[in-house]
């Protein structure tokens, strides 16, 4: 069985206080995008993890997608399987690549082998996998609070708007991101601007607040963004803590050649 887990933008991203636990408590609007990796899961003999595509650091053992089926077979008792990803999602992009694919090898799992969990049993599963992996369990527009785990419906459509991404070759660790933070609560939340207002008017409210501290650092990715509007954008963000930035513009638009040598992707939404 195949899937093709997508990923996320973030519109807005305010970290709004240190917890006891070490985490923040958050307010972003998760938003899932056309860009995907395919995953398919298979009946085998033995356990198995095939990557194609983009390399994925670290140790393949400790991918999202093995420890997803673990989390599952420790409970269910699951016979082996042969898992095949190709990656296709930069990471380290503030996309969501990996817990896309952790959440829909959750979804794959729960399907191939009819076990009918809930949603809201695969999002708890999820959770054990990452703050964000919950979000991937159902394909849509999610305001995320606490750590990012506590979703709710939120009512924002950018259907027909075009979507420019760009991913530079810089890497920005998420220890490195929220270190440039100063917690806060903001006067307008996202969830009223994104319900409420148009999107050429998001651009003087809607923030991400990982900007100022990463741009200040990494000069070329604020770069990124004001090129980005300087083509049109109705609104240009950097996506969650990564170092991806994103426009939506009006219509379609062709900037490859002002963003050559970088990861470029576009669509229509």
Not at 13 to 23: A, E, F, T
Not at 239 to 265: A, C, H, M, N, T
Request: glycine content about 8%; aromatic content about 8%; overall charge neutral.
């Amino acid at each position: 069985m195949i899937s093709f887990p997508p990923c996320k933008i973030n519109l807005g991203l305010n970290v709004l206080s240190k917890r006891s636990d070490g985490y923040h408590n958050l307010e972003t609007c998760f938003y899932p995008i056309p860009l995907t990796d395919a995953l398919e899961i298979v009946p085998a003999d033995a356990v198995s993890f095939n990557l194609s595509g983009n390399a994925i650091p670290g140790d393949a053992a400790d991918n999202l997608c093995l420890k997803a089926y673990r989390l599952l077979q420790k409970d269910l008792a699951l016979p082996p399987v042969a898992i095949f990803l190709h990656k296709v999602i930069p990471s380290g992009a503030g996309l969501g690549g990996g817990s896309s694919d952790g959440a829909h090898t959750l979804r794959l799992l729960n399907n191939i082998f009819n076990l009918n969990l809930p949603a809201e049993k695969l999002k708890a599963y999820a959770l054990q996998l990452g703050s964000d992996c919950p979000f991937f369990v159902e394909d849509k527009p999610m305001l995320g609070t606490g750590r990012g785990e506590i979703l709710t419906e939120i009512s924002v459509k950018l259907s027909g708007k075009f979507l420019v991404l760009v991913k530079p070759d810089i890497h920005v660790s998420t220890a490195e991101a929220y270190g440039g933070v100063t917690p806060a609560v903001p006067s307008v939340r996202i969830k009223n601007t994104l319900e409420t207002q148009s999107v050429a008017t998001w651009k003087e409210v809607l923030i991400n607040d990982f900007e100022k501290s990463v741009f200040a650092k990494h000069p070329h990715i604020g770069a990124i963004k004001d090129n980005l509007y300087e083509h049109g954008a109705l609104y240009a963000s950097m996506s969650g803590s990564g170092s991806s930035v994103f426009g939506i513009f009006e219509k379609p638009v062709d900037l490859k050649l002002q963003f050559r040598d970088q990861f470029y992707w576009s669509s229509t939404l």
